[in-house]
């Protein structure tokens, strides 16, 4: 079992820049795919940005994401970070941190096993 803890949301104006960090409560993210996912009000939740645990950590990204988000992680901390640049008002969302047992390319919130309580991001203009 993998609990999972996001922090580092909050308000932030335009252009600014925030770190959502995402922490193992429980088990550990060692061998497991870790993603990113965000819903805005009155949407489905998407994809945002993943990266894998093993071999070289490899990662991927949502093209609304691409060049502005940074995922990476720590293993010494048990901990995979978000690093949001050049924030803009439609980044706003609640951001979930998700991890999985799957091998290979995944990117859909059903591939996904394990889930956190997400961490508000709101973007003011």
């Known amino acids: 079992q993998v609990q999972l803890v996001e922090s580092g949301g909050g308000l932030v104006q335009v252009g600014d820049s925030l770190r959502l960090s995402c922490a193992a409560s429980?088990?550990?993210?060692?061998?497991?795919?870790v993603g990113w996912f965000r819903q805005a009000p009155g949407t489905e939740r998407q994809f945002v940005a993943r990266?894998?645990?093993?071999?070289?950590?490899?990662?991927y990204y949502s093209d609304s994401v691409k060049g502005r988000f940074t995922i990476s992680r720590a293993n010494d901390k048990n901990t995979v970070y978000l690093q949001m640049n050049n924030l803009k008002p439609e980044d706003t969302a609640t951001y979930y941190c998700?991890?999985?047992?799957?091998?290979?390319?995944?990117?859909?919130?059903?591939?996904?096993?394990?889930w956190g309580q997400g961490a508000q991001v709101t973007v003011s203009s």
């Open positions: 998700a991890a999985s047992r799957a091998i290979g390319f995944i990117a859909r919130e059903e591939h996904f096993s394990y």
């Open positions: 429980e088990g550990t993210l060692s061998s497991l795919q």
């Open positions: 990266i894998t645990w093993i071999n070289d950590g490899s990662t």
